[in-house]
């Protein structure tokens, strides 16, 4: 028997709530995993208060992210007491995730746990961590460079912006924070910001092209705001895209493109290639102090987790919820 936050739909609506199920009804996978921690995205919390289309398959164990010990396995890659990590691959969605004492998964879908992180401490990273590091991936690969100039990342107080703050700052990047909590500039500025603007200046319609500013940008807002970005982008600078905070809209003009030669990189977390996973989580070991972490970090008990989603999505929690199975 094992504990898992389980969601149900039936003609009365979704119910979720904390269960005890038999390990029958796991799903199938080659590789049996005791969860030691999970974590609540943005993500999570839709599904667990259905506030979006997050679920595609009911009866289902949210949970996107989470690392443990494999238990049982007919994989050759993993054996029993190896520590693992999985992120995305829509697990939480299609497939039984990780809020729960145990997840059944494909092999192919793990990675080994990097040896720099404890299970709180990559939950804490979690698919926030993870995106971030990828937009970071994805400026270097284009051939952004500290000495090129500023680097703008919006939702700044976000999961995902806060570590691309954080991992640009490290790397020695100039980095512009872009908020609507001006309230929290002490905290942008801790994390490695040179600057914080209000992201007013940004979000409303603007010109085709504007005053070129940025090296670079991660963006995981959208809309007019990511319209804007890419019009202030300097000649063969290059954006990434990951989000929709303010809209899955883009009301753009290809004037950036043609006329300056900026590049729009779009960035999933959720079906990447292994390869990258591994060097993305190999970076973020280097890059990430794990006291850092510790800082930003509330570990709550699993118990927890369904009335956490309510908070998470009405903008009460700061920082990273971490779920420990053992609390
Ligand atoms: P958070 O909720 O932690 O952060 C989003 C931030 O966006 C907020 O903190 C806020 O920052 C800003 N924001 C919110 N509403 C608005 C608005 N109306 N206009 C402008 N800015 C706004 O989410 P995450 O950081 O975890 O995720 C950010 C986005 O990236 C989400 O849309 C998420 O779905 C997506 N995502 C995509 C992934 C992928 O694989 N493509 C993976 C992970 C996340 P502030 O208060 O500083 O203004």
């Known amino acids: 028997m094992f504990k898992a936050i389980l969601i ?4 009365k609506g979704q119910q979720v ?23 609540l995205n943005y993500k999570d919390a839709l599904a667990i208060t ?3 289309p997050v679920v595609r398959k009911f009866p289902m164990v949210p949970g996107i992210d989470l690392a443990g010990t494999v238990e049982a396995s007919t994989s050759e890659a993993y054996a029993p007491g190896d520590t693992v990590l999985l992120n995305g691959w829509g697990v939480g969605e299609t497939h039984w995730g990780g809020l729960a ?11 080994p746990h990097p040896s720099a992180f404890t299970a709180r401490q990559s939950m ?22 500290p000495d090129q100039g500023e680097v703008l990342v919006t939702g700044a107080n976000g999961g995902v912006g806060s570590y691309a703050i954080a991992l640009l700052a490290r790397l020695g990047y100039r980095v512009v924070a872009s908020t609507g909590r001006l309230e929290e500039t002490d905290y942008l500025k801790a994390l490695g910001a040179e600057q914080v603007i209000d992201r007013a200046e940004l979000s409303e319609p603007g010109r ?9 940008a991660v963006d995981s807002v959208g809309s007019h705001t990511l319209v804007n970005v890419l019009a202030a982008t300097r000649y063969g600078g290059t954006v990434t895209a990951c989000g929709l905070a303010q809209g899955m809209d883009l009301p753009a003009s290809v004037a950036p493109f043609i006329l300056r030669g900026v590049t729009l990189a779009g960035i999933d977390s959720v079906m990447r290639p292994r390869e990258d996973r591994l060097e993305a989580w190999r970076r973020l070991g280097e890059l990430l102090a794990p006291e850092q972490l510790d800082a930003i970090t509330r570990t709550i008990a699993l118990d927890e987790a369904v009335e956490a989603a309510d908070d998470l999505l ?8 971490v779920v420990e199975m053992t609390r």
């Open 17 to 39: 709530g904390l269960e005890t199920l038999d390990e029958s009804r796991l799903p199938d996978g080659d590789v049996t995993v005791r969860v030691e921690c999970s974590t």
């Open 314 to 321: 009405a903008g009460r929690i700061r920082g990273r919820l």
């Open 101 to 111: 004492e145990k997840a059944r998964l494909d092999s192919r879908w793990l990675i």
């Open 8 to 11: 149900d739909k039936n003609d």
């Open 50 to 52: 259905g506030k979006g």
């Open 124 to 145: 804490a990273i979690g698919t926030a961590g993870y995106t971030a590091m990828l937009s970071v991936m994805a400026l270097e690969r284009q051939g952004v460079t």
């Open 208 to 216: 085709p092209l504007a005053k070129e500013r940025w090296a670079g």
